[in-house]
């Protein structure tokens, strides 16, 4: 159900588990077990977790983004940005290794490219990554902007 706030929390930084088909007591489980908060949009298993859960409010991601952030006082660490699909560590990458991967508009566009260390997808800061900034801007949220 939050799977949208898990890859944001990703993009920004923070290592985020996403539990699909699970039973409410294995997610409760494991996110005791690795010492995760964890934010769920069902009230009784909000209520099973205690302290260690909150109840999101909203099904609207930018509210849930507020709301989370907000609480926990998070902010946008750009240096410790994690794969959004898999929560894996991203390494950077020489250019030439990712050249054949990658469209020649955005070769030509920087020379900074980051490799997922779970899933292997690539990344770089084209134009999705200004919608991101923007986005992020826009919801109030903190940036720590020391990489560039
Ligand atoms: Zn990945």
């Known amino acids: 159900m939050l799977g949208s706030l898990a890859k944001w929390l990703r993009i920004t930084g923070y290592d985020a588990s996403y539990a699909r088909d699970e ?18 949009r069902d009230k009784l298993l909000a209520q ?31 240096k410790g940005t994690r794969c959004a ?9 020489p250019k030439e290794e990712v050249s ?11 020379d900074d490219f980051l490799r997922c260390s779970g899933c292997g997808k690539i990344y770089w ?10 986005k992020l801007k826009r919801l109030g949220i903190d940036q720590d902007r020391s990489f560039e």
Do not use: Y
């Open 100 to 110: 054949p991967l990658v469209p020649p508009r955005s070769l030509a566009m920087t």
């Open 23 to 40: 039973k409410d007591d294995d997610i409760l489980m494991k996110a005791r077990a690795e010492g995760r908060v964890l934010l769920t």
């Open 48 to 78: 099973k977790a205690g302290d260690d859960g909150v109840f999101v409010d909203s099904e609207v991601i930018d509210e849930q983004i507020r709301q989370v952030f907000g609480l926990f006082h998070l902010h946008f660490d750009e």
């Open 85 to 93: 699909l898999c929560n894996g560590d991203l390494v950077v990458v």
């Open 125 to 134: 800061k084209g134009t999705h990554w200004k919608n991101i900034l923007e």
